[in-house]
């Protein structure tokens, strides 16, 4: 029998708590996402996230830890080899990714690909660097609108980005030529995690602004996920933000896209609200890691911090007594380190239903794959093969 009717996961996407012991592998020896946000922004009010014990779990230097956490809070560490979205939301969902995925950040894309795309899109490619999404538009917009070019980018995650102004080049042929980019990079050695489609708007410099039809073109999970084990059993699986593109809709009966972070949280609000499911609502909130981890903005990194704990305040008191909220991130991006990378981080998870009636400290997870694996048991589906974790649901009382 189901302890839980519904479970809600929510990504903070980025927000790691300290480095990995082996963060020095990956360059990202000190990195401290949310640690480095509390000691750099001037205030820090984040009443619900300090309730559920993310001071607890985490020292802060502008948020004490309070005498009874509303839940439990544990540590999180990555098998999986990576610091990127896919890698962590896989692993949540039980695949163990040994390889990681390719990336084209010093060199940018080869010739081999790029001739090959020329000639597929019949526009000549330009770019072809790791750089952040606003600059190159600033940099190459007005070349790609008035001479028919196109914009191809990467940054230091595994993406091949292509940009395209929704009013001289249309959404439906920005996506072709992405799908087209997907095909290609499906070789081995071009073979990208993402291809990432990235509408503007604007006709000169100053005036270009980024849309929320942003679509991902992601590789297919590596093979069945918790996710792919609840569809089957007929239990709900309900996505919010770029998850069902994470996953490419595998495992997925119900996709939402969002604009922005906080309008994720509105419609997480919206589906507690609702009465007629049963499953996992399994949330991505992007603008951590999109509009101010890479960008190196640990001010607005913490005002959207805070942002989303006002919407968590009007989430917390609609969850029912057999509901699970769950808080975690898939990598971390602190904004005060080096460079525009993710960084190699564990990650918080914090856990609350209103039925509990103990709280506290956890012991910390050697893999993210607890959260599937803890789903799965509550659901009582079997974890498809080849997949990692073990429930720690007995331990949620």
């Known amino acids: 029998m189901k302890k839980y009717n519904r479970v809600f996961v929510v990504v903070m996407d980025s927000l790691g708590i300290g480095a990995m012991p082996d963060a020095d592998k990956f360059g990202d020896a000190g990195t401290d996402t949310l640690g480095h946000i509390s000691e750099t922004v ?43 979205t896919m890698t962590g939301h896989w692993e949540m969902m039980g695949i163990h990714t040994t390889k990681p995925f390719i990336t084209f950040t010093e060199t940018g894309f080869p010739k081999e690909l790029t001739d090959e795309l020329e000639k597929r899109t019949g526009r000549q490619i330009i770019g072809n660097k790791a750089a952040s999404g606003t600059e190159i538009l600033e940099e190459l917009a007005e070349q790609e609108i008035n001479e028919g070019k196109l914009i191809v980018y990467t940054s230091a995650d595994s993406v091949l980005q292509i940009c395209g102004n929704e009013e001289t080049m249309g959404l439906e ?97 919206d589906i507690a609200k609702r ?47 057999d ?12 904004p005060t380190y080096t460079g525009t990378d993710h960084t190699r981080e564990k990650v918080p998870f914090l856990a609350y239903s209103p039925s509990m009636q103990g709280a506290g400290a956890l012991p910390e997870e050697d893999t993210f794959a607890v959260i599937g694996a803890t789903i799965a048991d509550n659901f009582g589906v079997s974890m498809p093969a080849d997949t990692i974790g073990a429930s720690i649901l007995e331990k949620l009382v």
């Open 173 to 269: 042929t920005l996506y072709h030529y992405c799908e087209i980019a997907r095909e290609l990079t499906m070789k081995d050695e071009w073979r990208v995690g993402r291809v990432i489609a990235r509408p503007y708007t604007g006709k000169q410099k100053g005036s270009f602004k980024r849309t929320s039809n942003r679509h991902d073109y992601a590789l297919k999970p590596t093979g069945p996920t918790v996710l792919n084990a609840l569809k089957d059993a007929g239990i709900d699986v309900i996505s919010v933000g770029k998850i069902n593109d994470i996953f490419v809709g595998e495992g997925i009966t119900e996709a939402l896209h969002s604009d922005s972070s906080v309008h994720g949280m509105e419609q997480t609000i």
């Open 275 to 321: 009465e007629d499911w049963s499953g996992l609502c399994f949330v991505n909130l992007v603008d951590f890691d999109a509009l101010w981890g890479h960008r190196r903005d640990p001010i607005g990194y913490g005002a959207e911090i805070e942002r989303f704990d006002e919407k968590l305040t009007v989430l917390l008191p609609l969850l029912k007594q």
């Open 42 to 84: 001037a205030h820090f009010n984040i009443p619900s996230l300090q309730r559920l014990g993310l001071a607890n779990l985490k020292a802060l230097k502008q948020v004490e830890p309070v005498e009874k956490p509303l839940g439990y809070y544990a540590v999180l560490r990555e098998k999986s080899n990576g610091k990127d």
């Open 323 to 334: 509901d699970l909220l769950i808080i975690t991130a898939d990598h971390g991006n602190d």
